[in-house]
């Protein structure tokens, strides 16, 4: 979309000159987002969580799962940052490896999303018919109706607890959000001129679908993706926090929490620090998704 | 003066941010009197708007008033607070916009969009207060009022949906109006019966009109005076009949030579237009505003303002009227082909 | 209007019936033994053939469909497996529990976010815009179970305002009641509110660009009369369907809230018959939140055309 657009437009910037207009439209897009001061924070933050969860054997100062009863719900101190919990495991260590549990999460279902989400949303869109309209419309519609943590809820205690049969949960319940929005992308695209072009060309349609129409979907999709993961990880802390999600004693901060909330009045460190990286993690990933909407699409706001 | 009833001194526009200030209307003045028409010519952007909205105390939220005054009855009312304002507006001196399409609240109806201005400044109730909004639907030329006051806009043609803006504008009997291209967006047809309704009102009510417009077959057919504007400035400033018979300003002359005219002789005549545009705002020329596209300018222009000539009630800014014109020595060395006016195969 | 409805009924009858049939499926076609799932690993065989021959797992599968949907028409939801009182009447009991706490959350929510929202887009760039987008931003990326926590250990723990959990029936003890339903009607209403705020925000900003919001100043109307009764009017018209579509994530808040605050409404119900296998319960439970959500957008829907007079209701597509 970004491209024919510059396409379109006289050359507004005189040293941009001799680029294709797709690395142009992502240059002036990515100059956008470098503007976006929250934006940047948000994903400097969000690079942070990544490296964090990749190096936790480096970083973590104790073993995450390793109990000392001889210091047990110890507040923070220099020993111990974030203080230890009711079997003494130090906090800090967890919250660390807890990163590894939510990014996994959410980046795996989203993934598991998107591998079943897009393919149906790009046919049913092209092709469209009755096959659309009645099974996959109808079939969105219904699953839309599910409060989407009930359905995740009631998908992981079907599959079983854990954190694999979580993740492909919420993947499951995220299917009908990129199924529509593939679909509307789609539709809007294949009216257009380069789509006509093609077709009268007698290229083929699937080379059409997957080398034309779906790179031009992309930028929105990628916007959706990174607020999904967002809306995934809290998803799998609140299974975690409900024992659904990742079992014990692997560190995850919504079972963490929900461990802690016990213990409230006299530790309430073991429930506070995992809660604070959530919603740090939470808000970093919404804010660079929102800045790469705005970097996106200039016209909204 | 005992005519007056708008009086416009030399009023300055600007839009202020931290970083810099634009002045788009310039030392403007100009006056309207009870019942008469004064059209404000000139091309979009240079400023025939925002003059209106100053008028309107409706400038938009960067912008002011920066030099001048306004008087209405003589009374100032460029300085007066919002509150003292919104008793002004709407009651004695109205608006019209130029887009009857979007100008009207789509969730409400017309009728309640006429009540709530009637409401708002006469001691009516609301049954009164109703019978008003259908006598100004009738008086407006919509037919059976008794239903259509219940209509909402979209309900309405462009044309209709003008009409209510004009029933809304008048329902207090205003004794200014001001309407800000008020046939632009409509057809032809509609065009001429929407000016023809302003004038049968204006009769009415004797109202004062300020009609702007960059039409001048709608000037020629409605003005009492007009003021010709580049921008931001005064150009032009005469009655119509001045005006249309002697055109003083290369900028006038060059607008009246854009009419296409049918009656002409010469079929094979060109179409005149006027080369290059107008100059941005945040780089105004020092001298006359209008030299780079002057076809006449010389020197002097380039580097000077022009003053106000004023010839028996005609006034112009432009060198060429001044003594200076002639004394100035080989006026038309910086002028490149470009500033002419030149003609283009239709 | 009338072919509207007709034809949007029709539509929702068809959600309702693939609603029933994924909640049906959810049990049944998964791949195991559904009363091994219900009983659990260490159930005798002898048990596990009763519980088959009581639910008529042993017929063919549409047959038990048809079976269930058929006594879900009749209003027989199965009964529960853990002490056999009809399941219906279980929802009966919990559902006036949570809508009253749908009720506090809502008007929380909207008594937040329709000045906040109106705030942040009427004074642009200030730092009342400011607050209104750190609260949408930070109010959508909080966990409802964080918040949760943190209100207890805020409100309960650290100042003893609120009691830190329970439920009480308003007329029983209405101030005690009150002050329960504090705390969880934050906690789930926040997020709706912060939704509500941005999308007001974002729409308040465009209708104040509008042309007829200008007519309306140049009739002399004062800037609160202005924002009120002609900016708000329209700028909710994209809220309300929003609004709708927030009810779903809402109900999967409650069950995250109703479990931290131990209140006894349909999300408890839910957490505790899947903790429990007590499958009819969460079945029951579950397909009266989809029916609800289906129904309040169907409302949606129609509010929406009553709100924006241009929407006509033709019947056109969905």
């Known amino acids: 979309m970004a491209t024919a657009k510059a396409n379109m437009e006289k050359n507004p910037y005189e040293n941009m000159k001799r680029l294709s207009p797709r690395k142009r439209a992502f240059k002036q897009m990515a100059g956008r987002f470098f503007q976006n001061k929250l934006a940047v924070i948000g994903g400097v933050f969000t690079i942070l969580l990544i490296c964090t969860a990749i190096l936790a054997p480096v970083l973590a100062p104790y073993d995450p799962v390793e109990q000392d009863y001889a210091k047990y719900l110890e507040s923070p101190s220099a020993e111990n940052w974030f203080g230890t919990d009711e079997i003494g495991r130090d906090i800090l260590s967890r919250v660390i490896y807890g990163a590894q549990v939510s990014i996994k999460a959410g980046i795996i279902s989203v993934g598991i999303a998107l591998a079943i989400g897009l393919p149906i949303g790009l046919f049913s869109g092209y092709y469209r018919g009755k096959l659309d309209e009645y099974v996959v419309m109808r079939l969105t519609d219904a699953i839309l109706a599910f409060p989407p943590l009930v359905l995740a809820l009631a998908l992981a205690a079907v599959l079983g607890a854990g954190l694999e049969n979580a993740m492909l949960a919420i993947g499951i319940v995220y299917v009908p959000t990129f199924v529509r929005l593939m679909r509307a992308e789609v539709l809007s695209q294949r009216e257009r001129e380069y789509v006509e072009a093609a077709k009268a060309s007698g290229i083929r349609d699937l080379k059409i679908i ?84 705005d970097a996106l699409d200039p016209k909204m706001k | 003066m005992d005519n007056g009833l708008l009086e416009v001194n030399n009023i300055q526009v600007s839009f202020e941010n931290k970083k810099s200030k634009l002045t788009i209307v310039d030392g403007l003045s100009f006056n309207v009197n009870k019942g008469e028409t004064l059209c404000v010519v000139g091309e979009s952007g240079c400023g025939k708007s925002l003059t209106s909205l100053s008028i ?93 006051v219940d209509a909402y806009p979209h309900e309405l043609s462009g044309g209709m949906r003008q009409r209510v803006m004009i029933a809304i504008a008048l329902s207090c009997n205003p004794e ?22 302003m004038k049968e009102l204006q009769v009415k009510m004797d109202m004062g009109i300020i009609l702007i417009t960059h039409d001048l077959a709608v000037v020629s057919e409605v003005a009492d005076r007009i003021l010709v504007m580049y921008a931001g400035k005064m150009v032009e400033y005469t009655t119509r009949e001045k005006l249309f018979a002697n055109p003083l300003h290369p900028y006038t002359q060059g607008l009246l030579n854009c009419i296409p005219k049918l009656t002409d002789e010469d079929d094979g005549e060109d179409l005149y237009v006027i080369k290059g545009s107008v100059p941005s705002p945040d780089a105004m020329p020092a001298g006359c505003r209008f030299a780079d596209r002057c076809p006449i300018a010389r020197d002097l222009c380039v580097s000077n303002p022009p003053p106000i000539v004023n010839d028996d009630g005609h006034e112009v800014a432009c060198w060429r009227y001044t003594d200076k014109w002639d004394t100035e020595e080989g006026g038309l060395k910086n002028v490149s082909e470009s500033r002419r006016i030149e003609k283009v195969p239709s | 209007m009338a072919r509207f409805i007709v034809r949007r009924l029709g539509l929702m009858f068809v959600i309702l019936l693939l609603v029933s049939m994924i909640i049906f499926s959810l049990v049944h076609i998964t791949p195991g033994d559904p009363a091994l799932m219900m009983l659990g690993q260490e159930a005798t065989p002898e048990a596990l053939e009763a519980l088959r021959e009581r639910l008529g ?75 209104g987008t750190s609260f949408a931003l930070s109010g959508v990326s909080i966990p409802p179970f964080f918040l949760g926590i943190l209100l207890i250990f805020i409100f309960s723990i650290t100042l003893g305002w609120l009691p830190p959990s329970g ?15 504090i705390m969880p009607a934050i906690a789930i209403g926040i997020r709706l509110s912060a939704e509500i705020t941005r999308m007001l925000r974002s729409s308040m900003l465009e209708v104040l660009g509008a042309d007829y919001i200008r007519t309306a100043y140049s009739k002399g109307l004062l800037g609160k009369t202005v924002i009120v009764g002609h900016a708000l009017r329209n700028a909710l018209i994209p809220v309300v369907t929003i609004g709708g579509l927030q009810l779903a994530t809402f109900f999967g808040g409650a069950v995250i809230t109703e479990t931290i605050f131990a209140v006894p409404g349909l999300g408890r119900l839910v957490i505790d018959g899947i903790l429990t296998r007590d499958f009819p319960v969460v079945q029951g439970a579950v397909l009266l939140m989809a029916v609800v959500v289906v129904i309040v957008n169907f409302v949606v829907d129609i509010l929406y055309s009553i709100l924006d007079p241009r929407i006509k209701l033709t019947g056109g597509q969905s």
């Open chain 2, 56 to 148: 309107m105390g409706l400038l938009p939220k960067t912008g002011k008033i920066s030099g001048g005054q306004i008087k209405f009855k003589n009374n100032i009312i460029s300085t007066k607070s919002e509150r003292e304002m919104s008793k002004i507006r709407g009651n004695q001196i109205s608006m019209i916009f130029q887009e009857p399409m979007t100008s009207l609240n789509p969730v409400l109806t017309i009728g309640k969009q006429i009540i709530e201005t009637v409401m708002l400044h006469e001691k009516l109730n609301k049954k009164e207060a109703r019978m008003r909004a259908i006598e100004m639907l009738r008086l407006v030329g919509i037919s059976s009022p008794e239903n259509r």
């Open chain 2, 176 to 197: 200014l109006l001001i309407a800000d291209e008020p046939t632009t967006a409509l057809d032809v047809t509609i065009q001429a019966q929407i000016l023809e309704l």
């Open chain 1, 210 to 293: 997957f080398l034309h129409i779906f790179p031009n979907c992309l930028g929105p999709i990628l916007v959706q993706a990174t607020l999904a993961i967002a809306g995934a990880i809290i998803a799998e802390a609140s299974l975690s926090y409900l024992g659904l999600g990742t079992q014990p004693p692997t560190p995850s901060w919504g079972s963490m929490l929900s461990m802690g909330q016990g213990y409230l009045a006299e530790a309430p460190w073991i429930a506070l620090f995992p809660g604070v990286f959530i919603f740090i993690t939470v808000l970093s990933i919404n804010l660079f998704g929102d800045g790469l909407r």
């Open chain 3, 57 to 131: 797992l042993n017929l063919p599968l549409y047959e038990q469909y048809l079976n269930w949907v058929g006594g879900v028409i009749q209003g027989d939801l199965g009964n529960s497996i853990k002490d056999n009182t009809p399941v219906l009447s279980i929802l009966l009991q919990k559902l006036p529990v949570t809508i009253q706490l749908t009720v506090f959350a809502f008007v929380i929510a909207l008594m937040i976010a329709i000045p906040a929202g109106i705030l942040s887009a009427t004074k642009k760039g200030t730092i009342w815009d400011y607050a």
């Open chain 3, 167 to 181: 439920y009480v029936e308003p007329w029983v003890d209405l101030k005690q009641s009150i002050l329960l339903m």
